[in-house]
């Protein structure tokens, strides 16, 4: 939930000095990161994987990366079967994607097709990544839609060959953290100064661009009165977490 700013007993007697200092008033509390890794593969069957432990799904802000640490095609040639690390075969943004994304839970990190090869070649293998947390705050990764074809793999002995790919594998992280933000941090940087007062205005007079602006920050950031709306009536209480008056 957002909470209220502490402020410190030294930023309360600075007072007013402290719109000219920018100083922060306090960080926002921040959950234990959490690491999940998941390791799955298909034959061409739908895969899920759901975390073993769970995060706070009730926070205001969630900082997620997505890691894509392998992925493996194992393939059959004649009456050989073995794998070949395509791993480098995802782009760069792909492979690690990293965000934060307004709470509650569920949250999509990710939601896209992964094809090796890309186009223009014909897909030798293709699906869709979806990672983010569900409802209950696990860790989710699945890879559904699956499709494998062939590909050209050198063959030791055998030079380059067509082979059938019979499965595939992806082993990653989700790395989580859950996160409340402040009352008036309406930039969502993880402290209250002067460097908000252009994000709270935009999200008292233009809602619509506000959230265009600041996609990763929830609006409530500016309802420092926490009436449930963002109007005129949140100034006051605003300069106030700003000034710690
Ligand atoms: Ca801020
Ligand atoms: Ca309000």
Redesign the pocket.
Known sequence: MIRTAIRPFAAIAAGATLVAGLAPLSVARADTPTQWSYDISTTGNDVFYTSPTSINPAADLYDVTSTINLLEVRVRYLFLNFNVNVTDQIPPEQRVVTNSVVGPAPITLVNAPVVYPAAPEPPAISGDLFVGLNAGGFGVANFTNVTLGTTQVEVPGFGLQTVTITRVRVVGTIDAKARDILLGDTNCDGFVTVGDIAAFVLALTDTAEYTIQFPNCPILS??????????V??IATFVALLTGL
């Open positions: 500016a309802d420092t009165n926490e009436d449930g709306f963002v109007t009536g949140d």
